[in-house]
């Protein structure tokens, strides 16, 4: 998302920015979490400690959402946002539903944990793409 926007409050700005980068964060986490899974056969102790680690970004991410959705005077701005949000829920079901069929199929086409990165970026993109199409 372009952060410099003039139509943008400062608020929003700054919390975008900042929901946006724990979204980065999550993702980025996911992949670390995940290659190390893949490189090193960890204990299941240690996998719950991973599985812990992994969630503690996607539930800082969403108490920042709803810290901006209820700080944010602008009915129309928590209107975008939740819709992005939605969009973004929408393409991780229907990610998930398909890919769920090909599972079978994953020693030809390697899937990993694709649902954060899908999520992060449909919503992103809805979000950019609503506030354009908007201007």
């Known amino acids: 998302m372009q952060i410099c926007r003039k139509e943008l409050s400062a608020y929003q700005r700054r919390s975008l920015r900042t929901i946006e980068t724990m979204m980065g964060v999550c993702i980025a986490l996911s992949i670390l979490l995940l290659s190390i899974l893949v490189r090193y ?16 970004p996607v539930v800082v ?6 810290r ?27 990610a998930d539903s398909f890919f769920s069929f090909v ?25 950019e793409w609503k506030l354009w199409r908007n201007r």
């Not at 056969?41 to 503690?56: D, M, Q, T, W």
């Not at 944010?72 to 929408?90: A, C, I």
């Open 68 to 94: 901006y959705l209820r700080g944010e005077n602008d009915e129309y701005m928590r209107n975008l946002v939740v819709e992005s949000l939605l969009s973004g829920l929408g393409a991780v079901l229907v």
């Open 41 to 56: 056969n960890p204990s299941i102790s240690v996998r719950y400690g991973i599985a812990f680690l992994s969630i503690a």
């Open 61 to 66: 991410t969403i108490l920042l959402v709803a």
């Open 103 to 127: 599972q079978p199929l994953s020693f030809v086409i390697p899937i990993g944990n694709l649902s954060l990165d899908v999520f992060v970026l449909t919503a992103s993109f809805a979000m």
